[in-house]
């Protein structure tokens, strides 16, 4: 979500280098039933001296062979209100939805996640101006890829998410990986 809106949306004459640095932490945990428990946050700092940060908590409960019920919820907010991209003051999404997962004994994981939920936000149109908070239904749909060795992991990541206010808002965002474990 960061990438594509800190990107394409300037405006003419504006340095359309924006650029951020974060600083990010998760922890997982497998529980002996199968479940699984993720809490992560983090802290974006902006070069046009606007900061955001977020925190996120997950849980997957296995139901049958490779079904799975999720839980996400999390939230984010920015420091500042900025002209140039989406920066609600407070965002709080709850979703619960099923996960298809596939794990092969050759290390490749493909899990499938469809996520309706309700996000709560508080935003400001203007810089100033007053404080409009909502709520909008909301849905997601995840891809997880990934080819894992004890060593080291290689994966890819898509999401797409919509929401059915009158604005249409939609979010893509894509990530490739490699993780070493140590």
């Known amino acids: 979500r960061a990438g594509r809106t800190l990107g394409p949306a300037v405006a003419p004459g504006v340095d359309p280098a924006l650029r951020a640095t974060a600083l990010s932490a998760t922890v997982s945990v497998p529980f002996a039933n199968g479940a699984d428990l993720w809490a992560s946050a983090e802290h974006l700092w902006l070069t046009d001296s606007n900061d ?3 925190v996120t908590l997950a849980l997957r409960y296995p139901v049958a062979g490779g079904l799975s019920a999720v839980y996400s919820g ?3 907010g920015f420091g500042d209100v900025a002209s140039l991209y989406w ?5 709080v999404l709850q979703a619960v939805g099923l996960e298809y997962r596939i794990q092969r ?3 490749l994981t493909l899990a499938l996640r469809g996520r309706p939920g309700v996000a709560f936000l508080s935003e400001r149109a203007v810089p100033g101006g007053p ?3 909502r709520s909008v239904f909301q849905w997601s749909a995840t891809l997880d890829l990934a080819y894992r060795r004890p060593r080291w992991e290689l994966g890819a990541f898509a999401a797409y ?3 059915r206010s009158d604005a249409g808002y939609a979010a893509g965002s894509g990530l490739f990986r490699l993780r070493w474990y140590w």
């Open 52 to 54: 955001r940060t977020s």
């Open 161 to 163: 998410g919509r929401d």
């Open 74 to 76: 999390g939230g984010l």
């Open 131 to 133: 404080a409009v908070s």
């Open 105 to 107: 004994p050759s290390g």
């Open 87 to 91: 920066s609600p003051r407070r965002y």
